[in-house]
């Protein structure tokens, strides 16, 4: 018999990701042995316990800086700072996930198997508790972008992709009302999604038979990101399989971060879902997201930064310009959001194409800022209720400055920050990225971000005009009383986002000392 030889593996190193999809699993099993009416409760300890233990890890291994699981996984910087954010972000929306004070049952369906629409339906929308399988799908969704912002090589990115992407297809469709639109959601993310990664897939494939003729570079073929940046810089051969494959590993990469145009999905995707894991998508995924595309792009690409710099700096200006022109024209306040996201995530690509030091963290800061005000912006939209459930249509906010002044201020901040008005994140945030890709001699990505800001506001600002100087109608909804957890996650996204505009520097400061790679 062979004997298997395992490759040494650093556990300590590893906890955060390990702790998340242990959770997962006990998850499922609380699922069958638990108590229906002990679930909740239980599931949601046990998320936010494993999220709290998780962090704590990152923090013990702050000063780690190497490659385990073989050349798998890269324990680093960035790796560390985004998989911070992510246990901090994530905690934030397990607390919106677990509300269950403003609608009873949550905003999760009780049976994802019940018909649309039957008498079955209609009484679990009023009566019956949300369904708990949310917890363990969102684990196993956390503990996967863990694994895909420390991926070294493009296999084990491509398995973690998969792994927090199937339970978002998942929980997209599990909204307790307007479950025709959630299902239909659901659907075309998965679909959409399905090709993205086929996608992913067919450039690794490429990418692979690149370094596997790059004789001169004496690598051999692999697809770790220290092979593939040898054969970048040392390879003779022809650089078409490496173009090709690089342009599909791209597609994958911009469909995740909502990048035009791979971002139809967004804004159906962000309408039809339960809010929460709306909010969970905009911050969770973004991080994560970007966090694969920064180490693709700075470590196994950096030796042709020269050929993609102006590709992918086409589509952080058509991004920008899709975002801000189409959130203008739009009559809902989670479309609204969408493509808000859009936009934003143009804006950190022109953080990204810096590939810089300063680059790289300013990318960081704004993905953290960004995700604070995001998730505090859809805890808002989870109060603004009619009997129908959310009331998300742009017309039934007018007025509604009058009727609950706090939370309409609140949101009016929220809407500040996105629109980067100074003293809020949304300035720093912008701020930092400009100035590093000004330092790296893209100011022609600096001076269409600064364009296509201007225009952004405009939709932002009509909100705010609506909320506050407009009459109430007898149409405009209630805002109810949010519950302790949805409290307690507002109160963190409005300060966070208050803190991070007015004090911005000990973030940026942990940004930039986190912001090198291991190689």
Not at 44 to 66: E, F, Q, S, T, Y
Not at 296 to 309: E, K, P
Not at 417 to 446: C, N, R, Y
Not at 486 to 497: E, N, R, S
Request: contains cysteine.
């Amino acid at each position: 018999m062979m004997d298997l030889e395992f490759p040494p593996m650093n556990y300590a190193a590893l906890a955060p990701i390990l702790i998340l999809f242990g959770a997962s699993l006990l998850g499922v099993l609380v699922e069958a042995f638990v108590p229906r009416a002990r679930r909740h409760l239980v599931q949601l300890i046990l998320g936010l316990l494993a999220v709290v233990a998780a962090l704590v890890m990152v923090v013990l291994n702050a000063n780690d800086r190497l490659v385990t699981a073989s050349t798998a996984v890269a324990v680093d910087g960035p790796a560390l700072f985004l998989q911070g954010a992510i246990l901090v972000l994530a905690g934030m929306a397990l607390l919106l996930i677990g509300e269950r004070t403003v609608q009873r049952g949550g905003a999760f369906v009780a049976h994802a198997a019940v018909t649309v629409g039957s008498a079955e339906d209609q009484r679990q929308a009023t009566d019956t508790d949300g369904a708990t399988e949310v917890y363990p799908l969102t684990m196993f969704a956390i503990s996967g972008m863990l694994l895909f912002v420390a991926a070294n090589d493009l296999l084990t990115m491509f398995i973690a992709l998969e792994a927090f992407s199937l339970p978002l297809y998942l929980l997209c469709a599990l909204a307790r009302r307007r479950r025709l639109l959630s299902q239909e959601a659901a659907l075309k993310y998965f679909l959409l999604g399905s090709y993205a990664s086929a996608f992913f897939l067919f450039g690794m494939a490429l990418v692979y038979g690149f370094t596997v003729g790059a004789g001169g570079s004496g690598t051999g073929g692999g697809v770790d990101f220290g092979t593939i940046r040898t054969a970048v810089s040392d390879s003779s051969a022809s650089p078409v399989l490496l173009f090709a494959g690089l342009a599909l590993l791209s597609i994958g990469l911009l469909f995740k971060i909502a990048a035009a145009p791979f971002h139809v999905w967004t804004p159906d995707v962000y309408q039809g879902a339960p809010t929460p894991i709306t909010g969970f998508m905009a911050a969770c995924t973004k991080v994560a997201a970007f966090g694969g595309l920064l180490r693709v792009l700075h470590v196994a690409f950096s030796g042709a930064s020269w050929n993609f710099v102006p590709v992918l700096g086409t589509v952080a200006v058509l991004t920008m310009l899709v975002g801000s022109i189409l959130a203008v024209t739009q009559t809902d306040i989670k479309r609204l959001l969408a493509y808000s996201s859009v936009a934003n995530a143009g804006y950190l690509l022109v953080g990204a194409l810096a590939l810089s030091r300063d680059g790289l963290s300013s990318t960081m800061f704004y993905l953290v800022a960004y995700g604070f005000t995001v998730l505090a912006a859809f805890g808002v939209v989870t109060l603004v209720r009619d009997a129908d459930g959310e009331a998300t249509h742009l017309s039934r906010w007018a007025g509604l400055g009058r009727r609950s002044p706090l939370y309409a201020g609140l949101f009016t901040f929220l809407l500040l920050a996105f629109a980067g008005i100074p003293l809020t994140s949304g300035f720093t945030s912008k701020f930092a990225v400009f100035g590093a890709a000004l330092d790296a001699g893209q100011t022609w990505l600096v001076v269409a971000g600064v364009l296509t800001s201007m225009i952004l506001a405009f939709p932002y600002l009509r909100v705010v005009v609506m909320m506050w100087l407009s009459e109430p109608g007898e149409s405009t909804p209630t805002v109810s009383l949010p519950g302790g957890l949805t409290a307690t996650a507002l109160a963190i996204g409005v300060l966070a986002t208050l803190v991070l505009g007015v004090a911005p520097a000990p973030l940026l400061d942990l940004a930039n000392g986190a912001a090198e790679f291991v190689r």
